[in-house]
């Protein structure tokens, strides 16, 4: 069953995990996300959490969170429609020049640290959870898990492996790590396999 959100017209089911359903809905002519919270999910303190988060952050790589609320006993969200075309499709043309390597990273870069200048962690970054405007401008599509910096519990921080200690890396590393992966996509101009003894979701 459609949601009907009053102010939302042209509902329409664009996706859907294990967390949440995402509809396209339009509002007074702006094309939005309006994302559920999937009742056999039971994560509405993350739900919430991460509203509070992206509210907050008012940066431009990340999409402007408009309001927040109960639909017949589900949690909602509305957030700004995100256009562009995929990753995935950008690397189609072949590997980025350095000079927009560069510049592409350190927009993102900046994003990540006003997350966890906030004490947060995005945790669910790759490359399908990013956008590229028509500006040439990359956009995350949303702030991700929002997980607490310092949680020691690795339901709800996943970590990577310190090759040469073999131990656990930091939590914070966790996203710098995912960046790092992303920049090489992008240099080498097609997604490359993950390397023995990463960890890529603990969920």
Not at 41 to 56: D, K, M, N, P, Y
Not at 108 to 114: Q, V
Not at 153 to 161: D, Q, S, V
């Amino acid at each position: 069953m459609q949601p009907d959100i009053p102010g939302l017209e042209q509902i329409e089911e664009i996706g859907r995990n294990y967390q949440l359903v995402g509809y396209r809905a339009l509002r007074q002519g702006r094309e939005l996300v309006l994302e559920l919270l999937r009742p056999e999910c039971g994560e509405v303190e993350w739900f919430f959490r991460s509203v509070a988060v992206a509210t907050q952050l008012s940066h431009p790589a990340f999409p402007v969170h408009l309001e927040s609320g109960w639909w017949k006993g589900q949690p909602y969200r509305l957030r700004e429609y995100v256009r562009g075309r995929t990753v995935k499709q950008l690397l189609s043309d072949g590997p980025l020049t350095e000079e927009r390597l560069v510049a592409l990273i350190h927009a993102l870069a900046s994003g990540l640290a006003a997350l966890h200048q906030r004490g947060y962690q995005h945790q669910e970054l790759h490359l399908d959870e990013l956008r590229v405007e028509r500006s040439g401008v990359f956009r995350f599509l949303s702030a991700g898990r929002c997980a607490r910096q310092g949680v020691p519990n690795p339901a709800e921080a996943p970590f990577y492996l310190d090759e040469d200690s073999g131990e656990m890396a930091p939590l914070g590393s966790y996203d710098v790590y995912c960046l790092g992966r992303i920049a090489l996509d992008l240099a080498v101009g097609y997604p490359l396999e993950e390397p023995a003894g990463a960890i890529p979701h603990l969920k």
